[in-house]
T-cell receptor
């Protein structure tokens, strides 16, 4: 069965701290895609990154970085020097035949 | 970037009313659109997959007669919540994909908050 687990329900940090959001997935497919989305309090979903199963290179985009480890079925997301504007719910998702299976989400609260 | 517009942003109505939510892809043709429901503090749950010109595919447990989906064109899909009741109150969000099979990122609308009194 396809499944995405985000074990951290809520994380609270102080501004400028680094924070890592965990994502573990299960799939029997050899080719698959993983995503991270951000959902701020206003509710819209903002696409952050897509990673395919053949590309295990870590990616950095500004203060954001992603660590994809196929061996442990993990796709973790790190925010460096967090800011108050990073406060949101972050979802990890797995693409199953075009459908997105979302994890439970991690609510990140960054306090000034 | 790709833009998906969802309307209305919020709806408050009486029990028994039918409510229509529109999802439009503004700058690309979406062969496939998806409808999700999200309860407070919970994840997004896929309700149905809508393909242009054909019947929607509903996920297990979703009542197709309750949640009517129409995808009449490559830029518009609608979700109608028929005879809505308080338990239908939720955040409904649509997404659109240019190519269902290419695993391109889905682009999401801003969502509709539905409150049934």
């Amino acid at each position: 069965a396809q499944k995405v687990t985000q074990a951290q329900t809520e994380i609270s940090v102080v501004e400028k701290e680094d924070v890592t959001l965990d994502c573990v997935y299960e799939t029997r497919d050899t080719t698959y895609y993983l995503f991270w989305y951000k959902q701020p309090p206003s509710g819209e979903l903002v696409f952050l990154i897509r990673r395919n199963s053949f590309d295990e290179q870590n990616e950095i985009s500004g203060r954001y970085s992603w660590n994809f480890q196929k061996s442990t079925s993990s796709f973790n997301f790190t925010i460096t020097a967090s800011q108050v504007v990073d406060s949101a719910v972050y979802f990890c998702a797995l693409n199953q035949g075009g459908k997105l299976i979302f994890g439970q989400g991690t609510e990140l609260s960054v306090k000034p | 970037g790709a833009v998906v517009s969802q309307h209305p942003s919020w709806v408050i109505c009486k029990s028994g009313t039918s409510v229509k939510i529109e999802c439009r892809s503004l700058d690309f043709q979406a062969t496939t659109m998806f409808w999700y429901r999200q309860f407070p503090k919970q994840s997004l749950m896929l309700m149905a997959t809508s393909n242009e010109g054909s019947k929607a595919t509903y996920e297990q447990g979703v009542e197709k007669d309750k949640f009517l989906i129409n995808h009449a064109s490559l830029t518009l899909s609608t979700l109608t919540v028929t005879s809505a009741h308080p338990e239908d109150s939720s955040f409904y969000i649509c997404s659109a994909a240019q190519d269902f099979l290419s695993n391109q990122p889905q682009h999401f609308g801003d969502g509709t908050r539905l409150s049934i009194l």
